[in-house]
């Protein structure tokens, strides 16, 4: 079992930057090819992806709308896996979720990622 743990939500304002973290822990299976992916949800409607980071490369992709504000970095000391976020618009307003599964599945559908954090929540408003 792994356990996963967003921090770094909050109110921020337009333009701001936050930077959110994932915490892994618990069981991890070290001879698998994992990977931590994060998405977005708002109220009615599915969540969104927008981008994916490999433990073992650091490697990373994105969703093509959010290359040029969103990166997401890995510190493999702390398995902590971050996104940051630059200039914030109303519209990332969500509930921020890191997941984690085992490669090889399709990495911008939710449903392959076999773990997931509680969700943290960013609300950009002035």
């Known amino acids: 079992q792994v356990h996963l743990i967003e921090s770094g939500g909050g109110l921020v304002q337009p333009g701001g930057s936050l930077r959110l973290s994932c915490a892994a822990s618990g069981h991890i299976d070290i001879n698998h090819d994992w990977l931590t992916g994060w998405f977005r949800q708002t109220p009615g409607k599915e969540r969104e992806f927008i981008g994916m980071?490999?433990?073992?490369?650091?490697?990373?992709y994105y969703e093509e709308s959010k290359k040029d504000r969103f990166a997401i970095s890995r510190d493999n000391a702390q398995n902590i896996v971050y996104l940051q976020i630059n200039a914030l618009k109303p519209e990332d307003t969500a509930v921020y979720y890191c997941a984690a599964g085992r490669a090889p599945f399709t990495i911008h559908q939710a449903a392959g990622y076999e773990y997931w954090g509680q969700g943290t929540q960013v609300t950009v408003s002035s």
């Open positions: 980071i490999k433990w073992s490369t650091h490697g990373t």
